[in-house]
């Protein structure tokens, strides 16, 4: 193929907005995916994602498409995940493409999500066609949200196509704005190779198996490749396209994308945004914007069983072979006894990992609550990072604590505009901007601490806005503020897993509201229970759980079997996912309950 004749794009949207839908459409109308084998949604594949409606992990498809011209040409659409956790990827993946559909619900309008992409796919200079979504449904305005994306995007929007995925409608209107619209990528074939990883995943009998745009130059099978941040170097066992299924071919050239296999053992080796050349004719420079996603969030994961604690290595290893981002090490928790520490790129990340390793490895775990990574500065001047609370250095040992600080931009309707500042300035948020948008919309930016995003800020902005409102936030670096330690003792011992980092001016109050939820989650026992909070050796909130009075199950009056049946069961299932913390059981929630403070 002609490099003139291929177009590479990608779909960018806010979730529900028809990412998913669109991409099937595409296929179906190119025959690439005939309706016979055309399950719902080709392109979300795995179930979790399909649960979650969301799109997790990249994908590719290369369509072929005869144009009005009468021309033929290659189409390759390369998905993006559509969650801020993954935005690193959703950049590699926007730089292997000349152009994107933005694809808005004409129903609904620009949401945060909306913005966050097309500010990407901008900075990448790529080519964006508006496609207005869902104008079968009766609440359409194409005409409002062309506005909208003109004023806010600052995107003309005279060559928007209107479209319904779902009904088909637009689809070709679409396929020819591709071709005329996106440029076809550089011609480079003479070039030394380099090509772009932008996803990668393990198949345990061919190995790793990469996809890639071929950047510059041309790679056939049989090649000895070099990665060139690794500086690890491979054979090519097989090379193909995607059109959808994996199809091999001998060669691949600059413009074309493909996937191929080198017995690469571990995604690590072979990362998202790395640059493949030849090892016998490199290139002199490798691709810009190659990073490793640092992880942001870490917590605990300790089996309810120790006996699984094997266990749970194995199935942290074997995730890891298919995911560079997930950290893990070893922890020894002298409440909790062995688990593990593991590091996540944001709290999504984390909820799809605690999923998958009770789901698919069947473990029973407890989950400590999430931390972000402190940078704790020492009175000698070493720089320590600190992702464990329990780990934080005394305060005659540290000169000062830093801490992560984001930047978030929430859209809602104006109705909510004051709870929802509300909400930001009590998660000690600062504001920065407050802009209307069209047709009593608002966009609200703030600046807040990461650990008070992680805590339940998505929910309570969901929930005070009635489902509204949509937030993105992005990391911009750190700061100093007064933050201290707040230990938790049960039965008057400290449990290290329950330790927190809080701002100072928040710390009675946190304390106090922690101990009293510890005493509602936590079940009576045959003594009574003391449960403190203290800053150091200073106690400052204290309540008791008093003993269990009588056995449950006297007040079954003995007779009703079934009953008795049901309340031992229930008593079961809630004895799941406890921890024994010395002679006390602590239930799951207990760990997590320093989220949830009214
Ligand atoms: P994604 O999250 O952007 O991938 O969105 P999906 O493709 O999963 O679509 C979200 C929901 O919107 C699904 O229930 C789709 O059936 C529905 N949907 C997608 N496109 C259209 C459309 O053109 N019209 C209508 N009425 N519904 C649509
Ligand atoms: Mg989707």
Redesign the pocket.
């Known amino acids: 193929v002609p490099v003139s004749h291929i177009r590479n794009f990608s779909i960018i949207?806010?979730?529900?907005?028809?990412?998913?839908?669109?991409a099937d459409r595409l296929l179906q109308f190119t025959g690439t995916v005939d309706a016979r084998d055309m399950k719902e949604?080709f392109l979300?594949n795995m179930d979790l994602e399909r649960e979650r409606?969301?799109?997790i992990k990249l994908q590719a498809a290369r369509m072929t498409y005869t144009g009005r011209d009468g021309q033929t040409y290659i189409l390759n659409l390369i998905d993006t995940p559509?969650h801020v956790d993954f935005s690193y990827e959703v950049s590699r993946s926007l730089a292997a493409c000349e152009g994107a559909l933005l694809?808005v619900d004409a129903s609904q309008g620009v949401e945060a999500q909306t913005l966050a992409n097309v500010y990407l796919a901008l900075e990448h200079n790529l080519e964006i066609i508006p496609v207005l979504?869902?104008?079968?449904?009766p609440g359409a305005e194409p005409e409002r949200v062309k506005g909208e994306i003109e004023e806010i995007v600052g995107l003309d929007c005279s060559q928007a196509v209107l479209?319904?995925?779902?009904?088909g409608i637009g689809i070709a209107e679409i396929l020819e704005s591709i071709v005329h619209l996106v440029p076809p990528p550089q011609d480079t074939v003479a070039d030394p190779l380099r090509a772009l990883i932008f996803d990668s995943y393990y198949d345990p009998y061919r190995g790793v198996i990469v996809y890639f745009r071929v950047m510059d130059g041309v790679v056939h099978r049989g090649d000895r490749i070099r990665l060139m941040a690794s500086g690890k170097e491979y054979e090519i066992d097989e090379l193909g396209v995607l059109a959808p299924n994996q199809t091999p071919v001998e060669s691949l050239h600059a413009g074309e994308v493909g996937y191929l296999a080198a017995a690469i053992k571990a995604v690590g080796d072979a990362r998202v945004g790395d640059t493949i050349t030849l090892a016998t004719k490199p290139a002199k420079a490798a691709l810009p914007g190659y990073t490793e996603a640092k992880p942001m969030v870490f917590c605990g994961l300790f089996p309810t069983d120790a006996a699984q604690f094997e266990d749970l290595r194995d199935a942290l290893e074997k995730l890891k072979l298919n995911d560079a981002s997930l950290h893990y090490e070893p922890e020894t928790s002298s409440a909790m006894g062995f688990g593990f520490r593991c590091g996540f790129l944001g709290l999504l990340h984390m909820e799809i990992i605690q999923e998958r390793l009770e789901r698919e490895y069947n473990l029973d775990l407890i989950i400590t609550a999430p931390s972000v990574v402190y940078r704790v500065t020492t009175l000698k001047g070493d720089v320590l990072t600190i992702d464990n609370p329990s780990l934080l250095p005394e305060p005659q040992y540290r000169q000062k604590i830093e801490e992560p600080y984001v930047q978030v931009e929430m859209i809602t309707p104006e109705t909510y505009v004051g709870t929802l500042m509300e909400l930001a300035q009590s998660r000690r948020g600062i504001f920065k901007d407050m802009r209307y948008l069209t047709q009593g919309r608002t966009t609200l930016i703030y600046e807040l601490p990461l650990a008070e995003i992680v805590t339940d800020f998505f929910d309570q902005m969901k929930s005070r806005s009635r489902g509204y409102a949509s937030m993105e936030y992005h990391l911009i670096g750190y700061r100093e503020n007064d933050l201290v330690k707040l230990d938790l003792l049960i039965n008057n011992d400290p449990v290290d897993s329950l330790a927190a980092i809080v701002h100072r001016d928040k710390a009675y109050y946190v304390g106090r509201a922690l101990v009293s939820k510890l005493k509602d989650l936590i079940p009576r026992h045959q003594f009574k229970i003391p449960i403190q909070a203290a800053i150091g050796s200073r106690i400052i909130a204290s309540e008791s759980i008093p003993a269990l009075r009588k056995d449950v199950l006297a007040k079954c009056y003995g007779g009703d079997v079934s009953r008795k049946r049901k309340l031992l069961e229930k008593q079961k299932a809630g004895k799941k996912r406890m921890k024994a913390i010395g002679s006390v059981d602590v239930p799951q929630e207990a760990f997590m309950a320093v989220l949830r403070l009214k």
């Open positions: 949207a806010h979730i529900d907005h028809g990412k998913s839908t669109l949604q979300d409606g969301i799109t559509g694809v979504n869902k104008i079968d449904l479209a319904s995925a779902k009904e």
